[in-house]
């Protein structure tokens, strides 16, 4: 599996989570597809995203 970042941030998705590896200026994100979990979620604060990496840069913060 890659963990290249697309060119093009994805069309239509925001997101904050800037400790992402995906993350990218303007709160968007990078990577060529996005997952969503779990299934079944009964609630917007269940859900989140499984592509989420953490960016390498913060384990040296
Ligand atoms: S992979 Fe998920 S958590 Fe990471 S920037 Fe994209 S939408 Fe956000």
Redesign the pocket.
């Known amino acids: 599996m890659t963990h290249e970042k697309n060119s093009q941030a994805l069309d239509g ?1 925001k ?1 904050i ?1 800037n400790t ?4 990218v200026l303007g709160d968007l ?1 990078g ?1 060529k597809q ?1 997952e969503i979990k779990p299934r079944n979620a009964s609630t917007t604060e269940e859900t989140d ?1 499984a ?3 953490p960016n390498e840069d913060n384990t040296l913060k």
């Open positions: 998705v997101c989570v992402c590896h995906y993350h994100c990577a996005i995203c592509t989420f990496r």
